[in-house]
């Protein structure tokens, strides 16, 4: 028996949501919420003793699943897993893996949980075939609200089941945590991406991407560039709490960019430009109080572009927009983060703000 522990977080998107997944530039970072895997893997039982099961406890929702290792094998074929090797889940195994979900019962409330056990069940057939085993989940993340709960779930299961393969070969008495090395790390980002494909439908690769290597990135068809905040960027996160789905919201956007070809064409060039010129003012160094109010202004202006394009892709809600408007009467730029339709809100925190805040607190 084997046991590790692997966390990956979620992000926002400052510039280029959807656009991105058209081949447009944009701009990601990490944030301090976590997906957090717990993975076990068992010794192989004697023959006489059954063949043993693969588990996946969601503690949040005080949900277990399990499929015995015989039910996964009768279903999914002998097909052996290679887990240096990632691949796309063709659309049998789609329909297999779905036919093994649906034999789990999840509540009828919880549906929208199908993608995400599904994803697990391909990543973990994929990399440990039916070995017996239990994967426990928890995250500090709201899920379906355009913070990346998905890209963090397929970062850190691919990230703990690969600690345990053939692949990447951790030691796990050790109790510091482990560092993956680059090219481990990429392995990581290869097999969550074919994971963010079962949950997105054709994802970008930007949320995975920032979630298994961290920071700040600016990304544009499957490459990434670090970048560094030449001063601190604050921002407010407000969940609208509207429940949506990224799947649905991307295709709706696709549908859009097939019926009017060259105007949505433009849109994703619009939002190209925005993300590059972002990204470079975020670099730009700002060493006095002007020009620390000129770059926030500057990206502030830019924000509000791009939530306008957002709009134009369809992407936006009433209760978006309310809190648009609600920040906007404290002089407040905001724009919507992940796939919108719901889900959260991103508000720039001016310095002007911090400083008025201080000079109230120290005058009260
Ligand atoms: N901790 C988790 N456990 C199980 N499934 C998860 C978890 N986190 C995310 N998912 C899957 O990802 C889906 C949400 O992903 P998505 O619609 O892309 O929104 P977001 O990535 O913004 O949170 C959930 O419906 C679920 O299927
Ligand atoms: C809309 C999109 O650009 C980001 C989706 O982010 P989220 O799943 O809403 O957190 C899709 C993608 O890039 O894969
Ligand atoms: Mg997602």
């Known amino acids: ?33 976590y997906t957090h895997v717990s993975f076990r893997l068992d010794s192989p039982l004697p023959p006489e003793n059954g063949d043993g099961s693969v588990e996946l406890e969601l503690k949040d929702m005080a ?17 052996f897993a290679d887990s240096s090797t990632p691949v796309s889940c063709s659309p049998g195994r789609i329909k297999s893996i779905a036919a093994l979900v649906e034999e789990q019962n999840i509540p009828e409330a919880k549906f929208w949980l199908s993608s995400g056990v599904s994803c697990f069940l391909y990543l973990y057939t994929s990399i440990h075939g039916y070995k017996r085993g239990k994967v426990v989940v928890t995250s500090d993340l709201p899920l379906g609200s355009g913070l990346g709960s998905s890209a963090s779930f397929c970062v850190s299961v691919a ?16 109790t510091e945590w482990f560092k993956f090395s680059k090219n481990e790390l990429e392995l990581v980002n290869r097999w969550a991406f074919e994971g963010e494909k079962i949950i997105h439908g054709k994802p970008s690769g930007i949320d ?16 990434l560039t670090h970048i560094k905040s030449s001063a601190p960027l604050r921002m407010l996160i407000t969940n609208t709490k509207v429940g949506r789905n990224t799947k649905a919201l991307v295709a709706g956007v ?22 590059k010129e972002l990204s470079a003012i975020i670099q730009s160094p700002a060493q006095d109080d002007i020009s620390i109010t000129a770059r926030e202004e500057k990206i502030e202006e830019l924000m509000e572009m791009n939530q306008g394009l957002l709009q134009c892709m369809g992407v936006s809600h009433a ?9 906007l009467k404290y002089k407040l730029a905001s724009k ?23 000079h109230a607190a120290s005058s009260a």
């Open 319 to 327: 209760a978006i927009e309310m809190v648009l408007r609600t920040m």
């Open 159 to 174: 990230g703990a089941l690969l600690a345990l393969s053939d692949a990447i070969s951790v030691d796990t008495s050790q």
């Open 208 to 223: 995975n991407t920032v979630s298994t290597f961290g920071g700040m990135i600016q990304f544009r068809s499957g490459e």
């Open 336 to 358: 919507l983060t992940g796939a919108g339709g719901g889900g959260c809100v991103l508000t720039l925190l001016p310095t002007w703000l911090l400083l008025s805040s201080i």
């Open 63 to 79: 949900l277990v699943f399990s499929w015995s290792s015989s039910r996964l094998k009768e279903v999914l074929g002998d097909g």
């Open 1 to 33: 028996m084997a046991e590790v522990r692997a966390r990956a977080p979620g992000k926002i998107i400052l510039s280029g949501e959807h656009a991105v997944v058209h081949g447009s530039t944009a701009v990601a970072a990490a944030i301090d919420l």
């Open 254 to 275: 696709s549908e859009r960019a097939s019926r009017h070809p060259d105007a949505m064409a433009s849109v994703f060039t619009a939002v190209d430009f925005i993300s």
